[in-house]
T-cell receptor, first 111, second 115 residues
């Protein structure tokens, strides 16, 4: 069993739909990353959160530390949101943090 | 300046070539990272430098040689690579010395093809 699991692995949505991507982890963490990667591209950090909820534009990330679960929501999805979304957690708090990555969720938003 | 830059964007090399990848940041971060990412897989950590010293080497083959000449610059020297080393090589940086987790900022990557 992976220490960081994401679901679904693949997701196809119609433009305008509300999208939810889930991340469950089994390690103790101090924070969790949500990352975005467009096909063939580099990685962009969307959120880093350690509690509660954060919002940036149409993106919302929530985390429940007790349940070891985080969700990434996209409201009013658009084809430009098509990308791989990855959650990642540091495996220990400290100076240099080794990230444990989930396997990613491939999102395709169709016009 | 809040970004990590990487050069070149694309690199094609033969198995006998020697080449280098470069990563630069001017955010004052004292930790820098090299990752390797194969298609449809998450990134795999290769090396971590903290305060310009190598702190983590994830059992990477010696044909990959990292170097951190100063606090802003990270190089990855490549020699005698194999076709299976073809991948996206990502650099990241993070601050050090802060309590809790220090967020990593990623560069756009170098797409390496070994012929």
């Amino acid at each position: 069993k992976n220490e960081v699991e994401q679901s679904p692995q693949n997701l196809t949505a119609q433009e305008g739909e509300f999208i939810t991507i889930n991340c469950s982890y089994s390690v103790g963490i101090s924070a969790l990353h949500w990352l975005q990667q467009h096909p063939g591209g580099g990685i962009v950090s969307l959120f880093m959160l350690s509690s509660g909820k954060k919002k940036h534009g149409r993106l919302i990330a929530t985390i429940n530390i007790q349940e070891k679960h985080s969700s990434l929501h996209i409201t009013a999805s658009h084809p430009r949101d098509s990308a791989v979304y990855i959650c990642a957690v540091p495996n220990y708090g400290g100076a240099t943090n080794k990230l444990i990555f989930g396997t990613g969720t491939l999102l395709a938003v169709q016009p | 300046d809040t970004e990590v830059t990487q050069t070149p964007k694309h690199l094609v090399m033969g198995m006998t070539n020697k080449k280098s990848l470069k990563c630069e940041q001017h955010m004052g971060h004292r930790a820098m990272y090299w990752y390797k990412q194969k298609a449809k897989k998450p990134p795999e950590l290769m090396f971590v430098y903290s305060y310009e010293k190598l702190s983590i080497n994830e059992s990477v083959p010696s044909r990959f040689s990292p170097e951190c000449p100063n606090s802003s610059l990270l190089n990855l020297h490549l020699h005698a690579l194999q076709p299976e080393d073809s991948a996206l090589y990502l650099c990241a940086s993070s601050p050090l010395g802060l309590a809790g987790y220090n967020e990593q900022f990623f560069g756009p990557g170098t797409r390496l093809t070994v012929l």
